[in-house]
């Protein structure tokens, strides 16, 4: 009996998404050509394939956006009741859940995650969000907040080509579940996921102006954080942008929120679980090509456990399906853009030349297309810009630590601090280590696990505010 | 022992033995389950999924164990397992026939000359509840009576006590009354309850001397499950490493469908490594099973699906 046993090729269909050529803008309920007619092109990174023209937003277009959203804020969805606002919600969490496959093989398309994390991820957790915000639109009076508390009104909302669809659940679903209306702006990599969503609040008949999407690049962003129009912004992406953001808002009324950058430490003691720890590692920094910016990009392990971590960590990685994001069997997919593998290409440079030893599992990474193997490096110090800056790819940094309290110091040593993970098998250490890292989210024995009710954000250079949750309310409502 | 490879300060003592199990790694539940689930969304496709349905079905251990079973009852399985579809002369054979001792006899006679081996449970089958001398005196029994296989019970009751210099001691005994026959412990992973138990239960068949590890009597529900697989999985390739044997594993009970042990072959290739995929490493206990394995098998062959009255009831 032969002892090769190849999966065979096992994509999931395209035909699910109707794909336009050209998309507008989605304001005030319709689709509508650029003020400028400046359009821009989006490809599937997997293949560099152009898969449409996207409207390009100016400060114009933002403009009558802003204006649709406020009043329909102040006409519509403000004085409708919380009843009836929830409705509307539910009914795009399931609307959600019956285009599942056609919102999964288009966010892959676009973003070149594998299918199987858009489909049991991306999508499932997006509708998750909707309908736990749904929950909550009508017990707002209970929610801790005072016994009527008001919406802001218009917010502005700025989200990464990471996780498009999801990203945009966590900024609408909380915006509209306490009254307010959006402008959301989709990542320029990544738009399409975000019109389906548009063509989906058509379909529900949600009130036009209550939601309005406008695509476009930096200049789009930009024009969007300087429109005095708005009550609010809501920005997750890098912290360098994150911080133009805020000084440009510096001297407005205008609330905001940052959902940043991280650095994560992901701090495996002796006495682990080492199997599941290893798994825990892999889901760390390879989910979503490392494209996470909770990932667990520093790997610190307890020094005694060194070898038998890494020699199970490489086994597992030469596992791992690498290719056609469409295949239900992939693992790791593409790289979102050819800006971000050139990123990801010179910080992993700069770890060769800083001294520290790459590895990568032997792979076949496919002719077309923006990919980067798995890689690990080993012999990192805490000097290392790979072991400091954020590389925002499937590259892990691997650091170790003596005790427990080397540990916490080194895991807390940097400027950011969104989230941290434990392994250990014994309960008051979890505890005594969770207390003292300085992170938004703490995951002891798992890894980038979200759940709709678990408040998330960072501390410091991460970022400020937090989404989910009944704390993910308060940055909505005027309290 | 014939075999060099134990670690034999491991093995001398009852304490030495209790540090090296209670020394392994912890196993984290809800991680397996995680990593058990994922697993189970792989997508085998056409070419692959006829290559596992073949694999499978040389990886069965036809089994019947019932009281009521006749030299009638074994004749027939022993049948099916040499040409599990008659109609096609293409099926692989099954790996084994598994019987109680008394009716080794039968099903010997009825494999001779085939590949179909004879696995015959022993040493008290299920409980495990006799002496030590009993159970060897059951084990030498069938070995004599022509078994090629012998698929032993430990002692759950010393186990779970912590006595597990008693349960080493009675594979080491069984191993050497089986003389060349391979030895299958069957660690009745539903008795043992927690994964830390089930790797440990592992380790110490492995350091006792089994060829083959095996989860069940099918006896006791639950019987074989992924998770308890995926364990045993990554005990025998650890052991792998530390003692260059290569250990099988046999998921045995509760295992019906095709797709399910597809499933299972899927963890064997990417837990254990594809080394794995052998009849020699790999076994499934079952009965209703292979019917299904046929089933899918032409399903894939010809496009559709032919009813239940295409295959064979034995």
């Not at chain 1, 520093?298 to 971590?309: N, T």
């Amino acid at each position: 009996m032969t002892s090769t046993w190849e999966y065979a090729p096992a994509p999931e269909s395209r035909d699910v998404v109707d794909l336009r050529s050209e998309y507008g803008l989605f304001i005030d309920g319709d689709f509508v050509e650029p003020h400028g007619g400046g359009t821009f092109k989006t490809v599937n990174p997997a293949t560099e394939e152009v898969l449409a023209a996207v409207g390009e937003a100016d400060a114009e277009d933002v403009d009558r956006a802003v204006a649709a959203a406020r009043r329909a804020q102040t006409e519509v969805w403000g004085p409708m009741s919380d009843a009836e606002r929830a409705k509307y919600l539910y009914r795009l969490a399931r609307v959600i859940q019956e285009r599942a496959r056609e919102l999964a093989v288009l966010e892959t398309l676009d973003n070149g995650k594998p299918i199987k994390e858009s489909r049991d991820v991306d999508v499932p957790t997006a509708a998750a969000h909707y309908f736990s915000y749904a929950g909550w639109a009508d017990k707002l009076a209970h929610a801790g907040f005072g016994s009527d508390p008001q919406p802001l009104g218009v917010a502005g909302q700025i989200i990464p080509w990471n996780f498009p669809f999801l990203m945009a659940a966590w900024k609408v679903a909380p915006a509209l579940a306490t009254g307010n209306t959006c402008v959301l702006k989709p990542a320029e990599t990544t738009p399409l996921s975000a019109l389906l969503l548009a063509e989906i609040l058509q379909q529900i008949d949600l009130p036009p102006g209550v939601v309005n999407i406008v695509t476009g690049a930096g200049g789009t962003g930009q024009a969007l954080v300087e429109h005095p129009g708005l009550d609010k912004i809501a920005f997750t992406g890098s912290t360098s942008v994150g911080k133009q953001i805020q000084r440009a808002l510096a001297g407005r009324p205008t609330k905001l929120t940052l959902e940043l950058g991280g650095k994560a430490a992901n701090v495996i003691f002796d006495d682990a679980a080492l199997d599941q720890a290893v798994e825990g590692i892999v889901n760390g920094i390879f989910f979503n090509q490392g494209h996470v910016c909770c990932a667990g990009s520093r790997l610190l392990v307890q020094e005694s456990v060194l070898e038998p971590v890494m020699d199970r960590l490489k086994r597992r990685l030469g596992t791992l399906r690498i290719g056609d994001p469409l295949d239900k069997n992939t693992d790791l997919g593409a790289i979102n853009s050819a800006e971000q593998l050139a990123r990801i290409t010179e910080l992993t440079d700069s770890g060769d030349a800083q001294g520290a030893q790459r590895w990568q599992p032997e792979c076949q990474l496919p002719d077309r297309g923006y990919w980067f193997a798995p890689t690990v490096f080993t012999g990192v110090s805490q000097s290392h810009r790979i072991a400091r800056e954020e590389i925002f790819g499937p590259v892990l940094s691997v650091l170790t630590f003596r005790t427990p309290d080397e540990a916490v110091t080194k895991a807390n040593n940097t400027p950011y601090g969104l989230s941290a993970g434990v392994w250990t098998e014994k309960g008051s250490r979890i505890l005594w280590t969770a207390e003292r890292l300085r992170a938004g989210v703490v995951w002891a024995n798992t890894f980038n696990r979200f759940d709709p009710t678990s408040p998330f954000g960072g501390y410091q250079e991460s970022g400020f505010g937090r989404e989910g949750g009944r704390h993910g309310l308060a940055p909505y409502l005027a309290t | 022992m014939t075999t060099a490879f134990t670690l034999p300060d491991v093995v001398t003592s009852d304490a030495a033995l209790r540090r090296f199990l209670h020394g392994l790694p912890g196993v984290d539940q809800v991680g397996v389950q995680d990593r058990v689930a994922g697993l189970a969304t792989r997508s085998i496709k056409r070419d692959a999924k006829l290559t596992a349905l073949d694999l499978a079905i040389s990886m069965t251990d036809l089994t019947t164990l019932e009281g009521a079973d006749t030299p009638g009852k074994v004749r027939a399985l022993c049948a099916k397992a040499v040409r599990p579809d008659p109609s096609d002369d293409s099926a692989p054979a099954a790996a084994a026939v598994c019987v109680y001792p008394d009716m080794v006899g039968v099903a010997a006679e009825h494999t001779a000359g085939t590949s179909v081996k004879v696995a015959s449970v022993a040493t008290a089958f299920p409980s495990g509840r006799a002496s030590l001398d009993v159970k060897l005196a059951d084990t030498k029994d069938a070995v004599a009576a022509g078994a090629d296989e012998i698929d032993m019970v430990i002692d759950r009751g010393a186990f779970l006590a912590g006595r597990y210099g008693a349960v080493a001691e009675e594979i080491v005994a069984t191993k050497e009354a089986c003389g060349d026959a391979h030895l299958k412990v069957i660690l009745e992973t539903g008795e043992l309850a927690t994964l830390d138990n089930v790797r440990r239960a592992s380790w110490l068949a492995i350091l006792a001397g089994a060829d083959f590890i095996k989860t069940s009597t099918g006896k006791i529900a639950p019987a074989a499950t992924r998770p308890v697989v995926l364990v045993m999985l990554e005990a025998v390739r650890d052991a792998e490493a530390l003692t260059q044997r290569r250990i099988g594993v046999k998921a045995a009970g509760g295992i019906r469908d095709a797709k399910e042990s597809i499933r299972y072959l899927v963890l064997v290739n990417e837990i254990a490594g594809p080394e794995w995929l052998t009849p020699d490493l790999f076994r499934f206990g079952a009965s209703s099973l292979l019917n299904d394995l046929l089933m899918q098998r032409d399903k894939q062959r010809t496009g559709a699906y032919a009813g239940p009255d295409y295959y064979t009831i034995d």
